[in-house]
Nanobody, 115 residues
């Protein structure tokens, strides 16, 4: 089992930046697929960005060129640098690690972008 904790959320104006971080409490599943998701009020949770087990990085189209995902294997952290934020990026952001048998989620961190 792994416990995840996100941090770094906050309120910014459009065009601003935030850096989210997700910390894992164990390296047990660290080499599995890791990703960021978000969920806005009244909407389904959606994929934002991920790093798979072999290091392949993916982004949803709307954040490509603005968001950058990275990981620190020594600190067991998964970061999401978010630049040029837009009001439509407003959501609760969650990190996830997918083992072979289940997904592990953090409690989330709120990002609010004002116009």
């Amino acid at each position: 089992q792994v416990h995840l904790m996100e941090s770094g959320g906050g309120s910014v104006e459009a065009g601003g930046s935030l850096r989210l971080s997700c910390a894992a409490d164990t390296s047990t599943y660290w080499n599995y697929d890791k990703s960021w998701y978000r969920q806005a009020p009244g909407k389904e949770r959606e994929f934002v960005s991920g790093i798979d087990a072999v290091g392949t990085v993916r982004y949803r189209d709307s954040v490509t060129g603005r968001f950058t995902i990275s990981q620190d294997n020594a600190r067991l952290t998964l970061d999401l640098q978010m630049n040029n934020l837009r009001p439509e990026d407003t959501a609760m952001y969650y990190c996830k690690i997918s083992s072979r048998t289940r997904d592990y989620w953090g409690p989330g961190t709120q990002v609010t972008v004002s116009a």
